[in-house]
């Protein structure tokens, strides 16, 4: 483990309530994810441009945490796919949606009913499965949502990345 790695995991733990490792991850979820030069994770590290805000529910807490940290040590996927779906995506909304991305609409109620059940529906199929019309609506969709997510640099909204 190295020294960022014990700092950061001293945080997580000060900020838990269980005092145990491993019980206390369990208390901690992603809840907004953005895109900005020069932050700093919880672990000193510096500069991150890819950060996640984690909730822990048991204390209230929040922490900024990288995106290495997120991969490698919270072990937080969801977290990754979204920021590689929003890469994606920037280059082309109509392509393929991750179910991190749909969360994250879902989440920041960008979605009506009927377009939620539509990407529920959707968002797993690849744009050559969804006729022309299907795919004019989920593009537009996706560009609500990745407008939404480039425009906010820093959100406090709530929400789990992991069930769409």
Not at 125 to 146: F, N, V, Y
Request: net charge positive.
């Amino acid at each position: 483990m190295t020294h960022k790695h014990v700092i950061l995991k001293a945080r997580v733990l000060e900020c838990s309530h269980s005092a145990i490792w491993s019980s206390a991850l369990y208390e901690w979820a992603p809840v907004d994810v953005w895109h900005r030069p020069n932050g700093q994770c919880t672990c000193t590290h510096t500069p991150i441009h890819k950060h996640t805000l984690i909730y822990n529910r048991v204390t209230n807490a929040e922490l900024v945490i990288g995106s290495s940290c997120i991969k490698k040590f919270l072990s937080m996927p969801e977290v990754e796919e979204f920021f590689q779906c929003a890469l994606r995506l920037s280059k082309d909304p109509s392509g393929h949606l991750a179910s991190s991305f749909l969360a994250a609409g879902i989440g920041w109620n960008l979605l009506t009913r009927w377009e939620k059940g539509f990407l529920q529906i959707t968002y797993p199929k690849k744009a050559a499965a969804l006729s022309e019309k299907q795919l004019a609506i989920r593009t537009k969709l996706t560009e609500r949502i990745l407008g939404y997510y480039h425009a906010t640099t820093h959100r406090r909204t709530q929400f789990t990345l992991t069930h769409a």
